[in-house]
């Protein structure tokens, strides 16, 4: 089965409902923007140490990808970090242990059907149940070479835009539907997941004309600039 035919099934199935990892997949600051006192920012649980963060777990670290003089804030979760700032950055960081579980599913699956696997199942739902007609695109694609084995996965998601406050005061009528690339892979016995929004999709309405392909190269390109900020650090005794 082709990883196109792969991905149409797989979004076809989001409606058989299936856990996921509600509190870790990207913190948007929606609610953040209404907010009539401003409040001091939460402590994280990561540490930053000059210009780089470095994850509870010590899964990895990562040069932070927004500036403090640009608006940059991070916000985090024990799995995931997320990275935002005033002009064009919303990306986020997730390092999900590989339990007993999806370590049986990763064996019986391959790298491929893994990874498609744990995104439908576990991080799309949550998605859906918060941008009602969210969508995987069926233009995602296997790299078999990229961390050993990667798959780039393509969102959209009515609504669910970061950047939807920040437009002109005219816009097109109805919501932004925004686009999310997202890079999976399995590196040191954590299932990572790297998402980016594409912010031009919502911040240039009016004059906005890419096509789908250039939007996902768009999308790749900075996906693997940010996994190339990265550094990971296997657990004691982990084989992978």
Not at 77 to 82: D, E, F, H, S
Request: glycine letters at 8%.
């Amino acid at each position: 089965m082709s990883t196109r035919d792969f991905l149409i099934l797989a979004a076809a199935g989001l409606c058989l409902g299936a856990p996921a990892f509600r509190a870790q997949t990207t913190a948007d600051a929606d609610s953040a923007a209404n907010a009539t006192v401003e409040l001091p920012p939460a402590p994280l649980y990561g540490r930053i140490t000059g210009d780089t963060y470095a994850s509870p777990t010590g899964a990895f670290w990562i040069r932070i990808p927004v500036l403090p003089e640009l608006g940059g804030i991070v916000t985090d979760t024990p799995n995931l970090v997320t990275f935002d700032d005033d002009f064009s950055t919303h990306c986020s960081v997730g390092a999900f242990p590989l339990s007993p579980e999806l370590q049986a599913e990763f064996e019986s699956r391959g790298t491929q059907g893994f990874l498609i696997y744990f995104f439908t199942k576990l991080v799309m739902p949550d998605f859906v149940s918060r941008f009602p007609g969210a969508n995987i695109e069926d233009t995602g694609a296997f790299l078999p070479q990229f961390q050993g084995g990667a798959m780039l996965i393509f969102a959209t998601l009515p609504g669910g835009s970061l950047f939807a406050p920040r437009e002109a005061v005219w816009t097109p009528p109805g919501p932004v539907v925004a686009k999310r690339g997202n890079l999976c892979f399995v590196k040191n016995h954590h299932v990572f997941v790297v998402s980016l929004e594409l912010a031009e999709r919502s911040l240039q309405r009016l004059t906005y004309d890419l096509t789908t392909p250039q939007e996902n190269a768009l999308l790749k390109r900075r996906l693997l600039a940010i996994v190339a900020r990265m550094e990971f650090n296997a657990p004691p005794g982990a084989a992978r």
